[in-house]
């Protein structure tokens, strides 16, 4: 079974919303803090935001007020609402999560967004 599969990329205007999710495997999702990373050409993958067990969240400066991070225990899923979307947060993103010494990266999915 795959650990991580993203979903819910594509391509968006400038000021548009997308939600992106991520369904993880059963156990990685319990054990695990989940996080959402995203990397432009050319430049290092970047943490953007990441929720824990309880559901604390934090959020990268560039995404506060814009992004929401939530996951769903019943269907061990969790979804990144991007709103207000800008050119600058054209990148591929990944969903990430750390359990057991392992970590896991999701295949990544593109999300472009145009001017």
């Known amino acids: 079974q795959v650990a991580l599969v993203e979903s819910g990329g594509g391509l968006v205007q400038a000021g548009g919303s997308m939600r992106l999710s991520c369904k993880a495997a059963?156990?990685?999702?319990?054990?695990?803090?989940m996080n959402w990373y995203r990397q432009a050409p050319g430049e290092q993958r970047e943490l953007v935001a990441s929720i824990d067990k309880l559901g604390t969240t934090n959020y990268a400066d560039s995404v506060k007020g814009r992004f929401t991070i939530s996951r769903d225990s019943a269907k061990n899923t969790v979804y990144l609402q991007m709103n207000a979307l800008k050119p600058e947060d054209t990148a591929a993103y990944y969903c990430?999560?750390?359990?057991?010494?392992?970590?896991?990266w999701g295949q990544g999915t593109q999300v472009t967004v145009s001017s």
């Open positions: 990430n999560s750390n359990w057991n010494a392992i970590t896991y």
């Open positions: 059963p156990l990685v999702f319990r054990n695990s803090d």
